[in-house]
């Protein structure tokens, strides 16, 4: 039986290089469309809330790009995951106009953009927490790795669920754009059910592309 933890460590194996580039261009971009976004939002409230976390990440990320570079593969999946949040922090999320198109076009009764978001809430986080989990822990290789990345990933989205019960407690009627329930009573449940799916898929569909980005093997 093959051990559940590896025998080498992070530190042998390379630091995943994305170049100056791609994170500086990704970085301009995404601070471009955080700036234009706030221009005629429909709720600014709403905007603020939902692309605090943009606020928060863009920063951090640029401050520790040297200590900590992130793999390209990251680096794109957070921009994108980033105007996601713009996009929806602009219109709100039960208001963008993509969303009334799927809407009209499949027939539904809401608008699906939200579902989405939370979709990417599992898919892009998966990704970041398996490279911190990959990089600073012993779990490389171990078969405990995915089953823990998912569960990071539903931890955020519970957390995420209760600053949205907090914000309604607070708000009430106000908050109802940011909440964007749409009349559904299983919201909360199904936000977190599609973070759920969208964090074992990332997992299925990228962990050998990701393994490929963090340059893993033994360092020559």
């Not at 579902?115 to 998966?126: I, N, S, T, Y």
């Not at 600053?163 to 909360?188: H, K, P, S, Y």
Request: aromatic letters at 10%.
């Amino acid at each position: 039986m093959p051990p559940i933890l590896p025998t080498v460590g992070p530190s042998s194996y390379a630091r995943p290089s994305s170049g100056r580039l791609l994170p500086a261009a990704l970085a301009l971009a995404v601070a471009v469309a955080l700036v234009m976004s706030a221009f005629g939002a429909r709720d600014q409230t709403t905007w603020l809330l939902e692309t605090v976390w943009v606020m928060l990440g863009l920063p951090l990320v640029i401050l520790l790009r040297k200590r900590f570079p992130l793999s390209g593969l990251l680096c794109g999946l957070l921009a994108v995951h980033a105007m996601v949040l713009i996009v929806g922090g602009h219109y709100t999320y039960a208001e963008v106009p993509a969303g009334d198109w799927v809407r009209d076009w499949f027939g539904l009764e809401r608008n699906p953009y939200d579902r989405f978001g939370h979709l990417m809430q599992g898919f892009v986080p998966a990704i970041l927490v398996r490279e911190l989990l990959v990089r600073t822990s012993p779990l490389r290789g171990s078969r405990w790795l995915a089953p823990l990345t998912v569960c990071a990933c539903l931890a955020f989205s519970a957390v995420f669920e209760m600053l949205e019960w907090m914000a309604a407690v607070i708000g009430g009627q106000a908050a109802d754009a940011f909440l964007a329930t749409q009349g559904d009573v299983w919201d909360t449940q199904w936000d977190m059910f599609c973070a759920l799916i969208g964090a074992v898929c990332s997992l299925l569909l990228l962990s050998r592309l990701h393994d490929r980005a963090l340059g893993y093997g033994p360092r020559t």
